[in-house]
């Protein structure tokens, strides 16, 4: 009997968001551990697992042999570059950086009607959120979810309009988490620290002073 693959808890989160039965694309799948459960568990009959490097996708094959999967195909391709829009409707991007990010889906330039992006940024999730607001997307669903001592963001987004949303939701949270109040105390931290510093910029100052304030009002501090 072959094995059923586990997924960790950040994983896990990322691959509950592909709805049953969508066309998925995972970019950037290195180890293939995604495309493999939604195939094992029957959520897609069909996954694309690419990677920008070789090795990667090498160990995606892998993972599909080890756990005796059919039905994903492997391509070799700089972010969205080698998969059409029609071959996908729900596109995971997860475990890199929201700078890659943005550069992945700007560079793609797809019409997203119609399609699920599930991002998972390991940094920058300000800017990877400006970036969707300012591109005709919005969160629909955002999960914080803590692994090893560290959280992680997985969101959601389709198409849609809606104004950018204020500074502590961009920065913080939807909601309010442990992660919110840490930053609370680092940009406080930051503050005072800006405040004994000779030539402060007045600029960074006046942001700083405005999260602060955003996040007291937004989780209601
Ligand atoms: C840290 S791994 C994340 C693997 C998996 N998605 C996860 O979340 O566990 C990042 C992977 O993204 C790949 N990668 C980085 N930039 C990429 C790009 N522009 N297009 C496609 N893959 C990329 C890397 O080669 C690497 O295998």
Redo the contacts with the bound molecule.
């Keep these: 009997m072959t094995e059923l693959i586990r997924l960790t808890p950040r994983?896990l989160a990322v691959g509950e968001l592909v709805p049953p039965g969508a066309r998925a694309a995972?970019?950037?799948?290195?180890?293939g551990y995604?495309p493999v459960w939604l195939r094992q568990r029957g959520v897609c009959e069909h996954v694309i697992a690419?990677?920008?490097?070789p090795g990667?996708l090498e160990a995606a094959r892998a993972s599909a042999r080890r756990y005796g999967v059919t039905g994903v195909e492997f391509r070799l391709c700089?972010?969205l570059e080698g998969i059409r829009p029609r071959e996908a409707d729900a596109v995971v991007i997860?475990?890199?950086s929201g700078e890659?990010m943005v550069s992945?889906l700007e560079s793609a330039g797809w019409d997203w009607t119609g399609k699920r992006l599930i991002l998972?940024p390991m940094t920058k999730r300000a800017e990877l959120l400006t970036w969707l607001y300012g591109h005709g997307l919005l969160v629909r669903e955002e999960k914080p979810v803590s692994e090893r001592n560290r959280l992680y963001w997985v969101f959601l987004a389709e198409t849609g309009e809606a104004p950018l949303p204020r500074p502590a939701h961009l920065w913080a949270g939807f909601t309010e988490t442990a992660y919110a109040h840490r930053l609370y105390r680092q940009l406080e931290r930051s503050l005072a620290g800006m405040g004994k510093a000779r030539q402060p910029d007045p600029a960074e100052l006046r942001r700083t002073e405005e999260l602060l304030e955003d996040m007291k009002d937004a989780y209601g501090w």
Aim: aromatic residues 0%; proline residues 10%.
């Design positions: 994983l995972d970019v950037g799948t290195d180890h995604l690419s990677d920008i490097a990667p700089p972010g997860a475990g890199m890659t992945i998972q």
